[in-house]
């Protein structure tokens, strides 16, 4: 590989880290500002997610991977979401 | 994003499985990783769940400091990148920049660890143990589990550090940093579900 082809990568995987520390700062400081607490939950957790999915996608090279692996990756948190929903009223009419 | 895949491109084929022509370390690395994360996603659902039905816990978390999980976030952030660069030196060959870049990570996950002992000590010496009650039992399980994640990543990378100073890594040097990178960075994404859910959920008011 070239040196400029390796100074590409590392600045690459540069970016991704500055856009998670930027994100970390949105995802912190909305906590603290003047909007409802649903909001700001809200944009917490979906920049948690935005978080998550550069990550795994960049970091763990997952958008370069074979279909399988999305479905290995993507099945355990369908169950998670099955089982909270499944779960959720019986929460929910008892309180 | 070009130079991502050329990095994959240029990148030699690691062991595969005949049958399916996949790469049987990646596959079973993700095949465990799987199971991490049902045992993660458990738990944060028992939290959700249990939090609903108490209708609260935001007395219990005022006393979670979320600038000190503010720093340990950059600190795992900052090792998956060290990591990944690791990663990028071994397909360049670029042995000395392996070196230096696996023991940031190594380094960096110690930091975590000791920052996580300070925040543990300060909770305890306060009264806040595991027995305090439903979230400090939550918060104890959720980030002890974590830590012995990140101890099995910290010894996973410290084996790779010596192997690359005593130069017996580079045989197959690519495929071993990549599954233990890919370990790491998954460490690294239940951290940064665990921060918000435990440390800035319930600071919302």
């Known amino acids: ?95 | 994003m070009e130079a991502d895949i050329a990095i994959h491109a240029n990148a030699p084929a690691i062991e595969t499985d005949s049958l399916v022509s996949l790469p049987a370390s990646r596959v079973a690395l993700w095949i465990f990783l799987a199971g991490e994360i049902m045992i993660f996603g458990g738990l944060v659902a028992c939290f959700m769940l249990y939090r609903i039905a108490a209708g609260g816990w935001t007395d219990e978390a005022s006393h979670v400091d979320w600038q000190v999980g503010t720093i340990n976030t950059v600190v795992l952030l900052t090792s998956s990148l060290t990591m990944i660069l690791a990663l990028a030196a071994v397909r360049r060959n670029d042995q000395q920049a392996v070196k230096r870049f696996l023991a940031v990570t190594v380094a960096l996950g110690i930091a975590f660890l000791g920052v996580k002992a300070f925040e543990y000590h300060g909770h305890i010496v306060e009264g806040f143990t595991p027995s305090k009650g439903m979230f400090w039992s939550f918060y104890y399980t959720m980030t002890g589990l974590h830590a012995l994640h990140v101890t099995g990543g910290i010894v996973v990378n410290s084996i790779l550090l010596i192997m690359a100073i005593k130069g017996t890594l580079w045989a197959r040097g690519e495929t071993r940093l990549e599954i233990a990178g890919l370990y790491w960075h998954f460490v690294d994404v239940v951290w940064i579900l665990l921060f918000p859910l435990l440390y800035l959920s319930l600071e919302a008011k």
């Open chain 1, 1 to 95: 590989m070239n040196t400029e082809a390796t100074q590409d990568t590392a600045k690459f995987y540069f970016q991704i880290w500055e856009w998670l520390i930027i994100l970390l700062v949105v995802g912190t400081v909305i906590v603290f500002m003047p909007v409802s607490r649903g909001l700001a939950l809200t944009i917490v957790f979906a920049v948690a997610a935005i978080k998550g999915v550069l990550v795994v996608r960049n970091y763990m090279h997952l958008k370069h991977e074979h279909l399988i692996f999305y479905l290995i990756a993507g099945l355990p948190p369908l169950l998670v979401i099955i089982m909270l929903l499944a779960l959720l009223p019986d929460i929910a009419f008892r309180h």
